[in-house]
């Protein structure tokens, strides 16, 4: 059975930083592209980072500069590193794991939220 299981979210204040994990079990993480959604209330999910399983990593305009995606593969996690964050990053966090032909597999989703 595979399980994503993500931590890290909380309360932060603007200008603040979390990091973001996200530990799979289930599957051959190293063959799977790794990427974090997001979702603020009364919005659509939006893709937020990815990273390849080749090594290539993408990121939202919103987020570049601010934002990094990394990933153990000994430990069959995904991070998030997130730095710099304003209140516009509030939002529930997703973390997903995919590759061509699969389902992909989503987290059950960590709150981070970013106020004074």
């Known amino acids: 059975q595979v399980q994503l299981v993500e931590s890290g979210g909380g309360l932060v204040q603007p200008g603040g930083s979390l990091r973001l994990s996200c530990t799979a079990s289930?599957?051959?993480?190293?063959?799977?592209?790794g990427a974090w959604y997001r979702q603020a209330p009364g919005k659509q999910r939006e893709l937020v980072a990815t990273?390849?399983?080749?090594?290539?990593?993408d990121y939202a305009d919103s987020v570049k500069g601010r934002f990094t995606i990394s990933r153990d593969n000994a430990k069959n996690t995904v991070y998030l590193q997130m730095n710099s964050l304003k209140p516009e990053d509030t939002a529930v966090y997703y973390c997903?794991?995919?590759?061509?032909?699969?389902?992909?597999?989503w987290g059950q989703g960590t709150q981070v939220t970013v106020s004074s």
């Open positions: 289930g599957i051959i993480f190293s063959s799977y592209a």
């Open positions: 997903n794991v995919y590759r061509a032909g699969v389902t992909p597999y």
């Open positions: 990273f390849a399983s080749g090594g290539t990593t």
